[in-house]
């Protein structure tokens, strides 16, 4: 800078501000392991206290919120009656067929609206019309046409989740990078090749994601529908047991609910791990 | 002529109208020649290389390879793109051998037959790695192999070297000519880079832009190229009347300015 061109300094306006090191609030960084354990341990420790020490403690009604105790008791007796494996089961069996189903008729349905404009063009603007009719206020068309059986309940855990799921999994194909397909057509590839011999491997692992997320949403749906006309099944035990106020038994059905939607969200991720490892982002 | 390109005209319809990006191209090229289609962005020389591919079709004019008529991708026409465009969710063997697959080449053959050009491009040793573990000349080498496995008539490279550092992209360089030596294969490539251009080919097109035309044909004759011949004088002629050529026609230039 020329000495005829001095400037005033900008540096008596500059607040330089210091970032003290923090280990519990490091910005987009990982933690250390042993804190990492110890936080995860304390997610799930201290709720439990807190409930323990709330219902020792406290004078609540076990009607309105029953002690740890009492719903390992619950838990206990719906074992020892069988009622709990039946009604798991039942349950299972129901999200099981309904969410095959889904992904039957989802991943070709998806790949194919993804690949071809044309197809997506046809399907798209109803997919995403259906998508946002809620599953539930499909029950009473469900009951008519199906009947109180298996059938409507399977039906709505698919109808609650095809869509989504064929949606989302069309939007993975946009991710195949066009090179990629060029390549193929010009090592000698049809269309069929590239449908089944690019494509759907490089989207596999959006596939299994989506239908990680979806298989959630397939979950929640199961207590909705035992609400058609259910004998057994987690969602019909925890409506019976509200009717009676067993509160108990309301909270061994959604503990155990909840532990196997992380049972599947775990599982997914497994086999996400295990079938791409290409896709991983480390070497 | 082994590669024919006869009164090419490409345009692209846009909201402002008509895009002409290649205009009134003609060029021809001899078997087992390496030639180079130089020029800035804008100059069309993508569009050009995917009308050869088939990728793309021409508004007006024709491509021929060996006297036929080009009408789509094909493997008898080899590409290595800029970009790489392995499979990563399959080996360097099975990549290499990909193409040979599509046509239904029967296993041991097509495996023989990846194993020898892996071996080509110095690869033997990484045929069972993924993708995603190789440094970027390594995965031009397998994209090399892997086109070169269908026994091509003609290479087609698009700015294969464009996305590699220097020093990878200078080895790449002599890989290449040696490869070329050795093979005899006829090799299209487009670039923007001079003295690549000038220390590959034996005919250097320069193209023009906006439309891209073939301003200039120029014939390079440099004696025995190896390493060094960077150095050399005759070597810097041809470097600087191409830039100077590039510059002349109004074509931003890639290199400075």
């Known amino acids: 800078m020329s000495p005829a061109e001095s400037r005033p300094s900008i540096q008596p306006y500059l607040k330089p501000q210091t970032v003290t090191p923090s280990l519990f609030w490091r910005l987009a960084e990982d933690i250390p392991k042993p804190l990492q354990t110890a936080l995860i341990g304390a997610s799930l420790l201290l709720p439990l206290l807190l409930w323990w020490l709330v219902t020792t403690l406290g004078n609540i009604d076990p009607k309105f919120l029953p002690s740890p105790a009492q719903v390992i008791g619950a838990f206990g007796r719906l074992w020892s009656t069988g009622e709990l494996i039946q009604d798991t089961v039942a349950s299972l069996g129901r999200v099981g067929l309904g969410f095959a189903l889904t992904i039957l008729l989802s991943v070709p349905v998806g790949v194919l609206m993804g690949s071809f404009a044309s197809l997506r063009a046809l399907l798209e603007p109803l997919f995403a019309l259906m998508r946002y009719m809620p599953a539930p206020a499909f029950i009473p068309l469900l009951i008519l046409y199906l009947g109180i059986g298996e059938e409507p309940k399977i039906a709505l855990i698919f109808l609650g989740t095809f869509f989504f799921n064929a949606l989302m999994v069309m939007d993975t194909v946009k991710f195949v990078p066009k090179d990629l397909i060029e390549a193929t057509y010009m090592l000698g590839g049809t269309r069929w090749a590239i449908l089944t011999r690019v494509i759907l491997p490089h989207i596999l692992p959006g596939i299994i994601d989506a239908c990680r997320i979806n298989l959630a949403a397939a979950w929640q749906l199961v207590i909705v529908s035992e609400l058609i006309a259910a004998n057994e099944g987690l969602g019909r035990r925890i409506s019976v047991a509200g009717r009676f106020l067993r509160t108990d038994e309301i909270f061994v059905g959604l503990i155990v609910i909840g532990v196997f939607g992380v049972l599947f969200d775990l599982l997914f991720q497994y086999l996400l791990r295990v079938s791409c490892q290409w896709a991983s982002q480390k070497t | ?257």
Not at chain 2, 32 to 44: I, K, R, T
Not at chain 2, 74 to 87: A, E, I, N
Request: charged share 20%.
């Open chain 2, 1 to 257: 002529m082994f590669l024919e390109i006869h009164q090419l005209h490409k345009h692209f319809e846009t909201a402002q109208g008509p895009l002409v990006v290649l205009q009134d191209i003609n060029l021809g090229v001899q078997q087992g020649e390496f030639v180079c289609a130089l020029g800035a962005s804008g100059s069309g020389k993508s569009t050009l290389l995917r009308q050869i591919a088939g990728l793309d079709q021409p508004t007006a004019g024709q491509v021929r390879l060996q006297g036929r008529l080009v009408r789509g991708p094909g493997p008898d026409r080899g590409m290595v793109f800029q970009h790489y465009t392995l499979y990563p969710w399959m080996t360097v063997q099975q990549n290499t051998e990909f193409g040979l697959k599509l046509q239904g080449v029967p296993k041991t053959i097509r495996r023989e037959q990846a194993s020898y050009f892996l071996k080509v491009v110095g690869l033997t040793a990484y045929a069972h790695l993924l993708p995603k573990q190789l440094s970027g000349g390594m995965k031009q080498r397998v994209a090399i192999a892997r086109a070169l496995a269908s026994e091509p008539k003609v290479l087609l490279l698009d700015e294969p070297f464009g996305a590699l550092d220097i020093h990878t992209r200078e080895a790449m360089h002599e890989f290449m000519l040696d490869l070329w030596q050795n093979t005899g294969l006829t090799i299209f490539m487009i670039t923007h880079d001079v003295e690549e251009a000038v220390f590959l080919a034996n005919r250097i097109f320069a193209l023009g832009s906006r439309p891209g035309t073939v301003r200039q044909v120029i014939t390079v004759n440099l004696p025995h190229r190896h390493r060094g011949i960077k150095r050399h004088a005759s070597f810097h002629d041809y470097r600087d009347e191409l830039m100077d050529l590039l510059r002349q026609h109004g074509q931003e230039a890639l290199v400075g300015l």
